[in-house]
């Protein structure tokens, strides 16, 4: 972990409006710490205001509520008395230290990257307000202190609120290093905060970006060439246009959109349209030829990501050898909000409303396909209606803007659920071949793991692929958490073609833990041992994650009967920073029919801000990684993404959600990610359930539940 | 051709074909946006609303077939006995994350308690398994829809 602490550089100035203006510099990968520009702000304003420009966008994290209780700890003010604001695009400003000062909200990294530098900010701000009232008091600051956004100084128990010191604080010089407080003095920290946005989520005011009307919009839906790639060759609009509430029709390249007075219309347009494509050189594409292509780069060597010892060697002069071969699918976020983006391009400027996790990049996207200038387009942040990697693309911006570009006013573009999944941009499809070793006692003594797929961080993030390896396709599978002598991990970059890449919640991880999970629970079944002992053996160097393990079997019942196709599955993790084990508890029909009846997760986060924000993230990415373990899969015939719309890409639903129980480790260590360890643990913690429950082990997601099924 | 539509106690006047779906009048022609978009053909109930107290998927309801009938929607549900518990219950519990289907989970809900004030697990499996929560706050519904099915906490005068 980055030393955090280091290289804050704060400063104060008059704010535009009066008040105190405490800009911070969280500390990014990518900027010298010299570089004294601000990257976020507390505004406190004469009126006791105080606003805090949010670098993160929420999309269902709770980051508008954790986030704020950061600072709002140390200034010594009320987590209502804080207002939030987006942070407008500007990446040297509010670029995200741990994702390369990309400005990014995703990776499960905003309290990691926050955690020092914003609760900085707040006690800065909150000696620069103390200081100004002693001052104003003729008394000595250390005779003051903060309480409920006031100053006060109890030995003659005079007061100030903190809006009738702001002015002067504003002209204080900056407190070099203001101490932080003792973890065991925290007020707000670590206590059950409500979360900031749910009253208006609850009564329908919350504005996502599909919710803006600027004054004279129109609504534009779209079809893209359902093969990547291909092109429009002809289309007849002549019913189209007929319909009642239809204006326009927008012809791209590879793209028709019917612009109308509202969805209704323009859906009913789109369907009326006869169009042609050319489909490109992809007309003929199969998953099943990418699964190929993949599988057999796995036959030859690729970069080392990790190397420990002489793995093959080791293999060789084991007394035990297991080799599998495991395989995971393409999948979409299918997120509650479709696509969607508002824009205005006028002749010398360029106005665009969307939730994005990426904002810089969104105004990029739009000022390259406009031709402006940076600065002639604003763009406006909204509430996202789930992201999950998905708003951490542009395209859906590139697409919309160049719409606009031929719509007189503004346009709201809205994707339909089938254009949603069917050009989505997918989590990877990976293929892993993997060989282990174990000694007379069934030791692991050798550890063999080879596997092949896009890189999404290659394209995202250029400067992150290294000698053919970045960081994120091999997280959980090098360096994971079990100490073995003998160890080696490749990975082999291999793009597919005909369909894009894209991350996912829960991003590598949400491979590399299904595949080194299952596979050590088939190491525990070969050396006939428990799976939770034989884990437990090799953790002695990860003590955090052998105290999570501990806890979840400890709490799930492991070991305890369970009747007849039932099962329980383990699995364990360090990713994110954070240490999740999870048990599943499944049931598998004798029609092969798959239910998780229980889930007991142990999480040692570091330092909590919000448990409830971490138990209801480790609620959610359950569901989600479950979703994903029981139905998720995108396929490809012709070319063309076979699911549509929920009824083929199918989700869990409250009537098949388990129980979900949430035990936190208290812990002094810092913060660690909590919005994706859930799901990459469940995938594995099901997979070794069901051969628990059945003896079947299921190397390849999703689930099939024909393999699963018994003779009547 | 026009249709006269009654939403939240209020007549609108739109002109519609008949054959467009309740949904896009109320987010596009009257601007009423709580009631949300999620796939268009009655698999996610994010567009629930209420047609005289059912709930019913607002993007395959076609105007035309309305015929007079009262419409409730997110925006008005929290005047509602039931939609003002479901509501409470819904924070009291934190259930909300990206929030966006929430107001369709919220109309299931408030329809389900009104029309059935003590539901058992399984009437919340048969109400509420038409409605898709992405975040999966599914534990969080079942919770708040308990307890807003509880008796309000009487006070005892003395």
Known sequence: MTDLSRRHLLRAGA??????????????????????????????GEDGSIVLTMPYVEMGQGTYTAIPMLIAEELEVGLGQVKLEHAPPDEKTYGNPLLAGVQATGGSTAIMASWQPLRQAGAVARALLVAAAAKRWNVEPAACRAEKGEVVHPPTGRRLKYGAVAAD????????????????????????????D??????????????????????????????????????????????????????????????????????????????????????????????????????NAGPVAENIGDAAKALESAATKVEATYQVPFLAHATMEPMNCTVHVAKDHCEVWVGTQVAARAQAAAAKVTGLPLEKVVLHNHLIGGGFGRRLEVDGVTRAVQIAQKVDGPVKVVWTREEDIQHDMYRPYWFDRLSAGLDETGKPVAWNHRFA?????????????????????????AKF???????????????????????????????TIFVVESFMDELAAAAKQDPVAYRLALLDKTPRTKAVLTLAAEKAGWGEALPAGIGRGVSVQNVFGSHLAQVAEVEVAKDGTVRVRRVVAAIDCGIVINPDTVRAQIESATIFGISAALYGEITLKDGRVEQSNFDTYRVLRLDEAPKIEVHIVQSGDVPGG??????????????????????????????????????? | MAYSIKINGKTHNVDVDGDTPLLWVLRDVLGMTGTKFGCGIAQCGACTVHVDGAATRSCVTPVESLNGSAITTIEAIGGTAAGAKVQKAWLDREVVQCGYCQSGQIMAAAALLAANPKPT?????????????????????????????QPATQSKGG
């Not at chain 1, 990014?28 to 570089?35: C, E, K, L, P, V």
């Not at chain 1, 590879?254 to 489909?279: P, Q, R, S, T």
Request: proline letters at 8%.
């Open chain 1, 169 to 196: 604080a504003a002209r204080l010089p900056v407190p070099k290093d203001v101490p932080l407080k003792d973890p065991k003095d925290f007020k707000l920290i670590g206590t059950p905060a409500k979360r900031l």
């Open chain 1, 674 to 712: 909590m919005g994706e360890p859930g799901t990459s643990a469940i995938v594995p913690a099901i997979a070794n359930a069901i051969f628990a429950a059945t003896g079947k082990r299921l190397r390849k997601m999703p689930i099939d539940s024909e393999l699963l099924k018994r003779p009547a």
């Open chain 1, 453 to 477: 797929g896009s890189s999404v961080i290659a394209r995202w993030l250029p400067p992150g692929f290294n000698n053919g390896l970045d960081p994120d396709s091999i997280e959980g599978a």
């Open chain 2, 121 to 149: 697990d399984s009437d919340i499996d048969d109400a509420m398994s038409g409605n898709i929560c992405r975040c999966g706050t599914y534990g969080r519904i079942r919770e708040a829809i308990k307890q807003a099915a």
């Open chain 1, 198 to 299: 749910a009253p208006a989520k609850v009564n329908g005011t919350a504005v996502y970006g599909i919710d803006v009307r600027p004054r004279g919009v129109t609504i534009a839906t779209l079809t893209q060439s359902p093969v990547f790639g291909g092109k429009l060759k002809s289309v007849d609009d002549t019913a189209a246009k007929a319909v009642k509430g239809v204006r326009q029709i927008v012809r791209l390249d590879d793209c028709v959109a019917v612009v109308a007075d509202h969805m209704g219309a323009a859906k009913k347009g789109l369907a009326a349209l006869k169009i042609e494509w050319d489909d490109g050189p992809h007309a003929r594409l199969a998953t099943a030829d990418v699964a190929r292509e993949l599988e057999q780069a796995t036959l």
């Open chain 1, 481 to 511: 958490i079990y100490g073995l002598p003998n160890k080696r991990v490749e990975y082999l970059r291999v793009e597919p073609p005909g369909i894009p890449t894209a991350f996912w919640r829960s991003v590598g991880p949400s491979h």
């Open chain 1, 15 to 44: 704010a535009a409006g009066g008040g105190l203006l405490l800009s911070f510099s969280l500390p990014f990968g990518s900027q010298a710490a010299t570089a004294f520009a601000p990257n976020a702000y507390v505004r406190v």
